[in-house]
């Protein structure tokens, strides 16, 4: 299937990066599946969710484009600051009434080439798209608050059964279960009858 | 169960891979995610709308900010979470901790500690500057406020625990978390106040004395602190139960 020259090159040249985020979560995932242990589990939970960033952060790349903050050129804040100062100097030399009429001149040739205005289309071709980066900043920090709260049921499993091992858990919860549920079938097994 | 497992496994990556195969090439310009109109937009427009360079950031704090505000609320959910579910009560809170031969109570590292002395200032001053320069450079609430738990987190590492929760209390904490929620619903309800709509922050340039764009600019680092607020105590709470099983004494 992978044996062809032509697949193998746009898989592993061309797509290198979902490649390795399909490796990554693949990892993951197993760790989720196969293994006993509950902190092994959410090892591979955070994999599994590294893999899931990296895939977010690669589809974001653009060839050329550099990260998603204004050049100085393009920046609006910057242009917005220099117009500030234009217009002091323009009010300041108003009141000295010297060389007033030049200077305005080129104070509204400015204003005109800073007002803040949208980019062109080949502008935007120079910045990354900075939605997968907006997803993925808030991930990482909620996943950070999720695994917290994961590690803390761990805690608390640790505590109540003495183990983190997935089987001796549930043999434990089974065993319980037994304890308890059994009386009541017994008494509840003659009233079947009559019925 | 193992193999089944390893079976499943490589059944998904064989379809994931499978559908890698349609994936835009790496970088390509007129891939979906940097030929969408959504993209060109937020690139093209972000200067005009708030004034704010760092396009991150607007699409964060204003565009995506209802988005946002509720990611702090999980954040702020997860922390009492943790403190709900750790918390000793009844029973578990008599029964006394079990001593461990690596219990001995030691003196904290004198090399360790100065050196964290000196560390602290600079990581805190660093925080700062990420959150308030998050506008004009990568950084934002969440990134400032990350630090900012982690020089807490240091305190409790380079002592110990009861020194870290003697400068915020897990109370106190949780308390500061809430607070920044507030923060970022009230700049919310109040632009809604102002005639606009939730989140809404250009209706609070009618009592900035600045333009629409520009009360934007300001609402969002509002907004970013309320956030640094929340994930800056719920990082340290979440440390001080985890590394403790929630008794809040000792630490490593």
Redesign the interface.
């Known amino acids: 299937m992978f044996g062809e020259e032509g697949l193998l090159n746009e898989l592993l040249v061309e797509r290198f990066n979902y490649c390795v985020y399909v490796v990554l979560l693949l990892i993951g995932l197993y760790a989720m599946i196969a293994k006993n242990n509950l902190i092994k589990k959410l090892i591979g939970m955070s994999i599994f969710q590294t893999a899931i960033i990296l895939f977010y952060v690669s589809i974001g790349v653009k060839e050329g484009a550099t990260i998603p903050i204004y050049l100085a050129e393009h920046d609006p804040h910057g242009h917005h600051a220099e117009h500030i100062v234009h217009l002091d100097e323009a009010n300041t030399i108003d009141v000295s009434e010297e060389n007033a009429t030049p200077l305005r001149l080129s104070h509204e040739q400015d204003h005109g080439h800073h007002a803040p205005r949208s980019l062109t289309d080949e502008e935007t071709l120079g910045y990354a798209n900075p939605l997968p980066h907006v997803l993925m900043l808030t991930a990482i920090v909620v996943g950070v608050a999720t695994l917290g709260v994961a590690l803390a049921l761990t805690q608390r499993i640790y505590r109540a059964y003495g183990t983190i091992e997935e089987d001796a858990v549930l043999a434990a919860i089974q065993a319980e279960d037994a304890a308890t549920v059994i009386p009541d079938v017994l008494a509840t097994k003659p009233k079947a009858k009559k019925g | 169960?193992?193999k089944v497992?390893?079976a499943?496994?490589?059944f998904?990556?064989a379809l994931?891979?499978y559908a890698?195969?349609d994936?835009s090439?790496?970088?390509?310009?007129q891939?979906?995610?940097?030929a969408?109109p959504?993209?060109?937009h937020?690139?093209?427009?972000?200067?005009?709308d708030t004034?704010?360079?760092?396009?991150?950031t607007?699409?964060?704090a204003d565009y995506?900010g209802f988005?946002?505000m509720f990611?702090t609320v999980?954040?702020f959910i997860?922390?009492i979470?943790?403190i709900a579910?750790?918390r000793r009560t009844g029973a578990?809170a008599d029964s006394p901790a079990i001593q461990r031969e690596s219990d001995v109570v030691a003196e904290p590292d004198l090399i360790v500690t100065n050196t964290v002395r000196l560390l602290i200032p600079v990581i805190q001053l660093f925080a700062f500057y990420v959150l308030a320069h998050g506008?004009?450079?990568?950084g934002?609430g969440?990134?400032g406020?990350?630090i900012m738990g982690a020089s807490f987190i240091l305190v409790a590492l380079a002592w110990d625990l009861p020194k870290a929760l003697d400068r915020l209390s897990v109370d106190r904490a949780i308390m500061l978390a809430g607070v920044g929620i507030l923060i970022y619903a009230g700049i919310g309800l109040f632009s809604m106040l102002l005639g606009g709509e939730f989140l809404d922050y250009a209706e609070l340039s009618h009592v900035l004395p600045v333009s629409r764009?520009?009360a934007r600019?300001h609402a969002m680092l509002g907004v970013e602190i309320g956030v640094a607020f929340t994930?800056t105590t719920?990082?340290f709470a979440?440390y001080a139960?985890?590394s403790t099983?929630?008794r809040l004494e000792g630490g490593l």
């Open positions: 169960m193992k497992a390893l499943v496994t490589l998904i990556g994931l891979l890698a195969k994936f090439v790496w970088g390509h310009l891939s979906p995610a940097s969408s959504v993209s060109k937020f690139i093209a427009d972000t200067g005009v004034e704010v360079p760092n396009m991150v607007a699409v964060l995506r988005d946002t990611e999980v954040i997860a922390g979470a943790i579910i750790l578990d506008h004009v450079s990568p934002g969440f990134q406020g990350v764009e520009m600019y994930v719920v990082m979440i139960n985890l099983r929630g």
